[in-house]
C-alpha cells in the first residue's frame, strides 16, 4: 500500500492527525529539555524513543523520527525503533531532509526501507524532484518534499524567483503534477503564501510543522483538512505527561481538520 | 585549529588534494560495483572503508563518509571510521548535507563531532547559513555549503533568482563574507558558471564532486589551485587497485594545482 493509502486507512482507525516528532535532544546540546544520558548515546535515544513511542502511540498516527537527532543509532538500533513505531499502528517518516544526487538518494531509500520507515523528508533544492520520486517508488516508500518550511530565514531561497514563480511554487506543482506523497509547509508562514500553497495543493498530504514550540498558527489545518499531518515534537516529548499533551494536541487539531 | 587550517598543514606534508569519498554501495543498491554483505550492514560497511583507507590513506589528504551509504553505522561505529581516518592523517568530512532549522542544525553538529567528523556539507536551501556557521563553529567543525552541485538539474534551484543575482551566488558571497570554510562546486558545471564563482571565492576552501565517474572537466582545478579538494569516490575505492587509482589522481590533480 502507498503512504497515503495506508494514512487514510490508519485515519479512520485512529482519528488522528498528530505526528510526535522524535527529536530527543542529548545532554550537552542545550540547557534544558535533553535526555538522560550514559556511556552508551544509542542504547540513551532508544530507551527514550521507547518511553515516549508507548506513552503517545494510542493518540498519534505517525512519527517523525529526526535523523540528527539520532544520528547515533545503527542499523538494529533503526529497525528496533520502527518496529515499536509499527507496533503503535503508527506511520514512520525518517526527518532526514535528503538533498543529493541520483545514486546517493537511491542509497538513502534503500536504507530507508531496510531500516522500515515509511517515508522520508527531502529537499528539492538538488533540482532532481521527479527522478527522487522515482527512487522512492522504487522502495514503496513515501515522499515529503520541502515546500516552505517554518524558520524565519526560509524565504530566502524557496521564495526565490523562476521565470516569475516563487520556488515553492514551482516546488508545490511539481508534487501535484507528479503525485508526490506530499509537501513540508510551516505552519508559521504568511497568509499571502500560504492562500498560494493551498490553491495549488489539491491532492497531496501536508505535513506541518512548526506548531507548539515554534509557536505557529492553526489557520494551516482549516485550509487542508484531512490532508493535514501536524508534527508536535518537544511540547509533547518533553512535557511532563507526554500521553495527556498528545491527547490534547490530537483533539486541538481534530476540532479544527473535521 | 580550524578546517581550512589543518587542511593547509597537511598539504605541506602530503602534497595531496584528494578526497577519497566513501560511498559503499550495498548489494541490491545497483547491479555492479558494490561491496560484499553478510547479515550485519554495519559491519560490511565498516569493514569495506577500513580497507579502502588503509590503502589509500597515504595518498589523501581527506576522506568524505556520505551519510547515505553509511546509514547503517551507529555512534562506535561512526567513531571507529573516525579513528581510522585520523590514523592515516587525513580529514574527515561527513557528506550530509545537512538543510534543517537551528535547533537541528545544532543536534547534527554536536553529534559529527562527538563521532570525530572534522567537517560537515550542508545546503543553503533553509536559509539559515549564517546561524550554520555559528553552531558549527561552536563544536569547531569545518562548514562546505553546497553553492553549484554537479548532477544536470542543479540550475532549476541554484541558479533561481534573488534580486537580480542567481542563489549560487548569493551563496559564495555569504561563504566569502562570513568566512565560511568552503563551498561544494561540481565539476561539471560550465565555464559561465564558473567564470562568477571563482570572481568570487577568492578564500574559501572548494570542495569538488564530479571528477571520475560523473566526467567532469579539471578546468575547475586551475581556477582553485591549491584551494581544491577534488573528491573521486566510485572510480578510485570500486577500482581492482585503490592505492593505484589514488595516486593515478592525486599526481594527475597536482599537475594541474601547482
Not at 535532544?25 to 540547557?31: C, F, K, Q, S, T
Not at 539520532?70 to 514512520?92: C, T, V, W
Request: hydrophobic share 40%; net charge neutral.
Amino acid at each position: 500500500m502507498k503512504f497515503d493509502e495506508l494514512f487514510y486507512s490508519l485515519l479512520e482507525v485512529k482519528q488522528s492527525h498528530l505526528c510526535v516528532g522524535i527529536d530527543p535532544a542529548y545532554d550537552g546540546m542545550r540547557p534544558k529539555q535533553v535526555i538522560s544520558s550514559s556511556k552508551n548515546p544509542a542504547e540513551d535515544i532508544l530507551s527514550f524513543s521507547q518511553d515516549i513511542i508507548s506513552k503517545t502511540g494510542g493518540e498519534a498516527i505517525a512519527f517523525k523520527p529526526n535523523q540528527q537527532y539520532i544520528l547515533p543509532l545503527g542499523f538494529s538500533e533503526l529497525k528496533e525503533l520502527n518496529r515499536m513505531i509499527h507496533e503503535q499502528d503508527a506511520l514512520s517518516i525518517l526527518d532526514i531532509k535528503l538533498s543529493d544526487i541520483g545514486s546517493t538518494n537511491d542509497a538513502c531509500c534503500f536504507w530507508s526501507k531496510k531500516c522500515g520507515f515509511d517515508a522520508i523528508t527531502a529537499s528539492p533544492f538538488p533540482g532532481n524532484m521527479r527522478s527522487l520520486w522515482e527512487s522512492c517508488k522504487r522502495q514503496e516508500l513515501g515522499l515529503f518534499l520541502l515546500c516552505l518550511m517554518s524558520n524565519p530565514e526560509a524565504g530566502t531561497f524557496m521564495k526565490s524567483d523562476i521565470k516569475g514563480r516563487y520556488a515553492y511554487d514551482v516546488i508545490a506543482n511539481t508534487i501535484e503534477n507528479e503525485g508526490i506523497t506530499g509537501a513540508v509547509v510551516g505552519a508559521t508562514i504568511d497568509e499571502n503564501d500560504m492562500k498560494c500553497i493551498s490553491s495549488v495543493l489539491k491532492k497531496a498530504l501536508v505535513l506541518i510543522p512548526g506548531i507548539g514550540a515554534q509557536q505557529g498558527s492553526t489557520t494551516i489545518l482549516e485550509k487542508f483538512g484531512k490532508r493535514s499531518i501536524v508534527n508536535v515534537s518537544r511540547d509533547v516529548i518533553f512535557s511532563l505527561d507526554p500521553k495527556e499533551r498528545a491527547r490534547y494536541y490530537k483533539e486541538k487539531i481534530n476540532r479544527i481538520v473535521s
